[in-house]
């Protein structure tokens, strides 16, 4: 177990749905961020939130929005669902920003459209 | 924008042997990361080894080691004495060393496999 809790693990769901992808970070833990893995795109960094505040953006859609709670959890919202929105959804997080802390990796979220 | 080739899409090697894995970079930034990250069949990310850029001396971690370039732009990592749970997804990363933005650009990745 890595500290990062993502829910749920599995998700399948039709073409035009909306989801919520729930990523809880390691204790202690101020950033987060997202990443999706697909098979044509590979890993590919979404967002970053640091202490509540989106803090950089990558390839994120416009259909795809994020953000981080007090608590520090964060949960990404997928809408209007494509098939190719079908991937694995990884939640990171570290202590602080700075990548001499490192990334701790939950286990992921896979999403199946259908 | 920064690029990551890791131009090995499988490697198998038998166990208790050596194993290289090459990856190269471009960027135009001075002060970054190099990483390698382990994905097994479980699909968790496992960070097996940082590399600092200002850094000339490579990094180890147990078994595993890097043979780091900075000149060339390369970071490839060996796996010594192999064992069948080194079987898994190896992905190279780069960052660069800039607070605020710390996002990881990935190669495609080498899989590995351990034949006992």
């Known amino acids: 177990d890595s500290g990062v809790t993502q829910t749920p693990k599995h998700l399948i769901t039709a073409t035009g749905q909306r989801v919520t992808l729930r990523c809880s970070p390691r204790s202690g833990d101020l950033s987060v961020y997202w990443y999706q893995q697909s098979l044509d795109q590979g890993l590919q960094f979404l967002i970053q939130y640091y202490n509540g505040e989106e803090r950089a953006k990558g390839n994120i859609l416009e259909r795809f929005s994020a953000q981080q709670f007090p608590d520090l959890h964060s949960e990404l919202n997928l809408s209007s669902l494509e098939l190719g929105d079908s991937a694995l959804y990884f939640c990171?997080?570290?202590?602080?920003?700075?990548?001499?802390?490192?990334?701790?990796f939950g286990s992921g979220t896979r999403l199946t459209v259908v | 924008a920064q690029t990551v080739t890791q131009s090995q899409p499988e490697m198998s090697v038998q166990e208790a042997e050596t194993v290289t894995l090459s990856c190269t970079y471009d960027t135009s930034e001075n002060n970054y990361y190099l990483f390698w990250y382990k994905q097994p069949p479980s699909r968790q990310m496992i960070l097996v080894i940082r590399?600092?850029?200002?850094?000339?001396q490579n990094a180890t971690e147990n078994r595993f080691s890097v043979n780091f370039q900075k000149a060339a732009k390369s970071f490839s990592l060996k796996i010594s004495d192999s064992q069948l749970g080194d079987t898994a997804m190896y992905f190279c990363a780069f960052m660069i060393h800039s607070f605020g933005n710390e996002k990881l650009t990935f190669g495609t990745g080498t899989r590995l496999t351990i034949i006992p």
């Open positions: 590399q600092e850029a200002y850094k000339q």
């Open positions: 990171a997080s570290s202590v602080a920003t700075g990548p001499n802390y490192g990334y701790t």
